[in-house]
């Protein structure tokens, strides 16, 4: 048993590295709606790679300023696997993508959208939640955290690549 984890290990992929594709999936995500409303493409700024926490750990989102109560809105056709509230994240959406290959991370939301709950499908465009400042976002700067990951064979929302959204936003293919 011990010769087969070590022998297991030996194969693992080196961190950092990306997981092969799984078959038939897409190796990349589809183009997304940018997730709050009245927003453009061009107020976007690519904040993934900043530094948190002293640059301790990067950003691996993008924050999209806009007023509380914004409706945020979906990316993409899908299914809300989890609702959460968190220190971090404050108010949390997790949706995955209709492959179940990618999942979508909104967070610091003020509140859900009416009715909002988890297994519910949604379609690309509908209101999820309204843009807030809960968990560790400053009261004095709203906006919404939005976070894309890649899926392992485990489809787990807490898991997964982080993938930078900003090339993917905006409804255009990258």
Same mark, same amino acid.
């Given at each position: 048993?011990?010769?087969?984890?070590?022998?297991?290990?030996?194969?693992?992929?080196?961190?950092?590295?990306?997981?092969?594709?799984?078959?038939?999936?897409?190796?990349?995500?589809?183009?997304?709606?940018?997730?709050?409303?009245?927003?453009?493409?061009?107020?976007?700024?690519?904040?993934?790679?900043?530094?948190?926490?002293?640059?301790?750990?990067?950003?691996?989102?993008?924050?999209?300023?806009?007023? +509380?109560?914004? !409706?945020?809105?979906?990316?993409?056709? #899908?299914?809300? *696997?989890?609702? =959460?509230?968190?220190?971090? /994240?404050?108010?949390?959406?997790?949706?995955?993508?209709?492959?179940?290959?990618?999942?979508?991370?909104?967070?610091?939301?003020?509140?859900?959208?009416?009715?909002?709950?988890?297994?519910?499908?949604?379609?690309?465009?509908?209101?999820?939640?309204?843009?807030?400042?809960?968990?560790?976002?400053?009261?004095?700067?709203?906006?919404?955290?939005?976070?894309?990951? +890649?899926?392992? !064979?485990?489809?787990?929302?807490?898991? #997964?690549?982080? *993938?930078?959204? =900003?090339?993917?936003?905006? /409804?255009?293919?990258?």
């Amino acid at each position: 048993m011990l010769c087969l984890s070590v022998t297991c290990g030996a194969f693992a992929a080196p961190a950092g590295s990306a997981p092969a594709a799984v078959a038939g999936a897409p190796a990349e995500p589809p183009a997304l709606l940018l997730p709050v409303q009245g927003i453009a493409p061009s107020d976007l700024r690519d904040t993934f790679d900043d530094g948190r926490d002293g640059n301790q750990r990067g950003h691996e989102a993008i924050d999209i300023l806009a007023p +509380r109560g914004t !409706p945020v809105l979906a990316v993409d056709d #899908g299914r809300i *696997v989890k609702l =959460f509230l968190s220190q971090p /994240g404050g108010m949390t959406v997790y949706q995955f993508d209709p492959t179940g290959r990618f999942a979508y991370y909104y967070a610091h939301l003020d509140r859900y959208a009416d009715g909002l709950a988890e297994g519910q499908a949604v379609r690309r465009g509908s209101v999820i939640g309204y843009v807030g400042s809960t968990g560790n976002a400053s009261p004095d700067a709203p906006h919404l955290h939005f976070a894309l990951f +890649r899926l392992g !064979p485990e489809k787990q929302w807490w898991k #997964g690549e982080p *993938v930078n959204p =900003f090339r993917y936003l905006g /409804g255009k293919p990258p």
